[in-house]
């Protein structure tokens, strides 16, 4: 009968080489299904990620007075009015801040121009017309401030100071009561002062404004005097240059200085 040839088992060394060929096997398996899986995972989050809205954004939308029936959803356009600019970016405001600062200035610029213009035009007809009522004024107080008559010379200082101001007239009272009365009294002296008038061929006037602003204006004045005294014989006409300031005041233009040239 042929011999049965009964299978021996390996070697216990085979053995080792198998098993440690087997678990090797089993890991390289074990790691491609990882690796599958964390990509088959990431492949699902990208869109997650993708689908993720902005964190950190806070929509207000006001409500109707008697509240939604279904309230709308936010639109993107309301995130990205609220998206940070790059820094290159230039706002449109920050270009029309320096335009509206130069249009402030300009319109600064004109408003005091034309209130310099204004007071310009309101002081000049001012002016015009204190030289028109000043020269008035002087051409009636010259003959009554330099005349006098020893018969009444109370009653002619008075009349005179009514047209006299400030230190002026202080003035006048002390040199009429100490120097002219106590002369006119003496010699009987009478004094007739008139205001020239003026030449027929256009020569200098008798009366002019020196200068003049709308308080103060220097008067010019032609005067001739008449003077009657126990000193001289017969009359004596004296033609003189009378420079007189006037001043505004409450009862309107008076002299507050008087100079013979």
């Known amino acids: 009968m042929p011999k049965t040839t009964t299978g021996r088992a390996p070697a216990p060394g085979t053995r080792r080489i198998m098993t440690a060929a087997a678990r090797a096997a089993a890991k390289r398996a074990e790691r491609g299904h990882r690796e599958a899986g964390a990509a088959t995972a990431g492949d699902e989050e990208s869109p997650r990620r993708a689908e993720r809205p902005r964190a950190g954004r806070t929509v207000l939308v006001e409500a109707p007075k008697h509240g939604w029936d279904d309230p709308p959803e936010p639109s993107p356009a309301s995130f990205e009015e609220d998206a940070p600019q790059e820094p290159g970016e230039a706002r449109p405001g920050g270009r029309r801040r320096p335009l509206t600062l130069l249009l402030a200035v300009l319109l600064v610029l004109g408003l005091v121009a034309l209130a310099a213009l204004g007071w310009q ?86 009366a002019s404004v020196v200068s003049a602003s709308p308080d103060k204006v220097v008067v010019l004045l032609f005067v001739n005097q008449v003077t009657e005294s126990t000193q001289v014989s017969g009359a004596r006409v004296d033609q003189n240059r009378v420079r007189m300031t006037m001043d505004r005041t ?7 200085a008087l100079d013979a040239l």
């Open 121 to 206: 035009y309101r002081d000049g007809r001012l002016t015009e017309t204190a030289r028109a009522e000043a020269l008035a004024a002087a051409r009636k107080a010259a003959p009554i401030v330099l005349s006098y008559d020893y018969r009444r010379l109370d009653k002619d200082f008075s009349r005179a100071r009514v047209h006299l101001t400030g230190d002026f007239r202080d003035e006048y009272g002390k040199t009429t009561k100490t120097v002219v009365a106590p002369t006119a009294q003496k010699y009987h002296g009478v004094v007739k002062a008139t205001v020239a008038a003026p030449g027929s061929s256009g020569g200098t006037p008798a």
């Open 250 to 256: 409450g009862d309107g233009w008076k002299v507050s």
